[in-house]
Nanobody
Framework: QLPLVESGGSLVASGSALTLSCAAS????ALWTMHWYRQAPGKERE????????????TYADSVRGRFTISRDNTKDTLYLQMSSLKSEGTAVYYC???????????WGKGTLVTVAS
């Protein structure tokens, strides 16, 4: 079983809303800050949002602030990304990430594809 599995990606129209999920397993999810990233075709991976272990501290990239909401449910070991007012530049593979541990190992899912039709 993969430690991080993203889901919820879809083809949507510009201006639509979509919620992504990331199911975690194999580690104590509640003890980790978690991140969302995306990678558009031909571009580098871009940081989107970060949420602390309890959800009290949240950070957003300027490109998504006010439109995206990161959240988590530690009882379900699941991370979420609610996206609204999607733009065509939002077409990308979206990844959740657990940062590096003391051994220098971080975790990535395989990603979920979001396509925003203009």
């Amino acid at each position: 079983q993969l430690p991080l599995v993203e889901s919820g990606g879809s083809l949507v129209a510009s201006g639509s809303a979509l919620t992504l999920s990331c199911a975690a397993s194999g580690f104590t999810f509640a003890l980790w800050t978690m991140h969302w990233y995306r990678q558009a075709p031909g571009k580098e991976r871009e940081f989107l949002a970060s949420i602390s272990r309890t959800g009290q501290s949240i950070t957003y990239a300027d490109s998504v602030r006010g439109r995206f909401t990161i959240s988590r449910d530690n009882t379900k070991d699941t991370l979420y990304l609610q996206m609204s007012s999607l733009k065509s530049e939002g077409t990308a593979v979206y990844y959740c990430n657990r940062p590096q541990d003391t051994y220098g190992s971080d975790l990535w899912g395989k990603g979920t594809l979001v396509t925003v039709a203009s």
